[in-house]
């Protein structure tokens, strides 16, 4: 029987424009409600950003936010892991010296951090996933620790950008989730992780979990679970980690498939 519901979002739960079906999304919440199921969100949107995409009713759900390196529920975090400053701001240098040209998102507790110098079109971009954003001159500046840091490579050059951060590969977990992105948390701290730390503390095994993804990232997120399902659209290592395959994120294809198993069970 299923207990606990975990989604991706972007390429997942959300559509090609970064919204959901929302005529459709109150069925599928009052189903998992009178069947007690807790719903989940895993993303590396800001937890923030999750709350003003989903609104008030996002307090009942458990956010795994900034790359599942946090949890909140009813508004307040439950867990987070961080990178220590010293050791975020010699993988930043690191980047930004191999290939200047990429964006760097430095998430702390208090919000994402982006350099000044990026333009109004990027900082649009960033705001989709954060409602937090400051810009600074300089990242060898900040004081905060790091919940996360991300590297946005327009060019899609992260799969060449990753192996020069491998003197740190033992004290974080770094993974390129699309050619474009590369994300950046605390050393084994992933949605695999988190979810195990989530499915602990609701008593809930993998037998009762059933999760989506569509990213390299998803991967360990497909591991948790013994009802794992990859989007058509996400990539091919993702889905041959998962047990099964179902629609795209433009078919609203989580929700549909949410309604199916959910109506067997009741």
């Given at each position: 029987?299923?207990?606990?519901?975990?989604?991706?979002?972007?390429?997942?739960?959300?559509?090609?424009?970064?919204?959901?079906?929302?005529?459709?999304?109150?069925?599928?919440?009052?189903?998992?409600?009178?069947?007690?199921?807790?719903?989940?969100?895993?993303?590396?949107?800001?937890?923030?950003?999750?709350?003003?995409?989903?609104?008030?009713?996002?307090?009942?759900?458990?956010?795994?936010?900034?790359?599942?390196?946090?949890?909140?529920?009813?508004?307040?975090?439950?867990?987070?892991?961080?990178?220590?400053?010293?050791?975020?701001?010699?993988?930043?240098?690191?980047?930004?010296?191999?290939?200047?040209?990429?964006?760097?998102?430095?998430?702390?507790?208090?919000?994402?951090?982006?350099?000044?110098?990026?333009?109004?079109?990027?900082?649009?971009?960033?705001?989709?996933?954060?409602?937090?954003?400051?810009?600074?001159?300089?990242?060898?500046?900040?004081?905060?620790?790091?919940?996360?840091?991300?590297?946005?490579?327009?060019?899609?050059?992260?799969?060449?950008?990753?192996?020069?951060?491998?003197?740190?590969?033992?004290?974080?977990?770094?993974?390129?989730?699309?050619?474009?992105?590369?994300?950046?948390?605390?050393?084994?701290?992933?949605?695999?992780?988190?979810?195990?730390?989530?499915?602990?503390?609701l008593k809930v095994s993998a037998e009762e979990t059933l999760v989506f993804g569509d990213g390299l990232n998803d991967i360990e997120l497909m591991t948790r679970a013994t009802w794992s399902f990859a989007m058509r659209n996400g990539f091919e290592e993702t889905k041959r980690a998962a047990n099964f395959i179902?629609?795209?994120?433009?078919?609203?294809?989580?929700?549909?498939?949410?309604?199916?198993?959910?109506?067997?069970?009741?």
């Open positions: 029987m299923i207990k606990l519901i975990i989604t991706d979002l972007d390429g997942t739960f959300l559509n090609s424009h970064g919204d959901y079906n929302r005529q459709l999304f109150p069925t599928v919440r009052r189903m998992m409600q009178v069947q007690g199921v807790a719903f989940a969100l895993c993303t590396g949107k800001q937890c923030e950003r999750v709350e003003e995409l989903f609104g008030s009713q996002a307090r009942d759900f458990w956010i795994l936010g900034d790359s599942a390196t946090r949890i909140k529920h009813q508004g307040e975090y439950v867990y987070q892991s961080l990178i220590a400053n010293a050791l975020g701001r010699e993988m930043i240098a690191c980047v930004e010296a191999v290939n200047p040209e990429v964006v760097i998102i430095a998430c702390t507790p208090v919000g994402a951090f982006v350099r000044a110098s990026v333009s109004p079109d990027m900082l649009q971009k960033v705001k989709m996933s954060y409602a937090k954003v400051t810009q600074v001159a300089d990242f060898s500046q900040m004081q905060h620790d790091f919940v996360k840091i991300s590297v946005f490579d327009i060019k899609g050059r992260c799969p060449q950008i990753k192996p020069h951060l491998a003197p740190w590969f033992d004290k974080a977990y770094i993974v390129v989730s699309e050619d474009a992105w590369i994300d950046i948390a605390d050393a084994g701290v992933h949605k695999g992780h988190t979810v195990e730390i989530l499915q602990k503390q179902t629609g795209t994120n433009d078919d609203d294809a989580v929700m549909t498939t949410i309604i199916r198993l959910l109506s067997l069970q009741a």
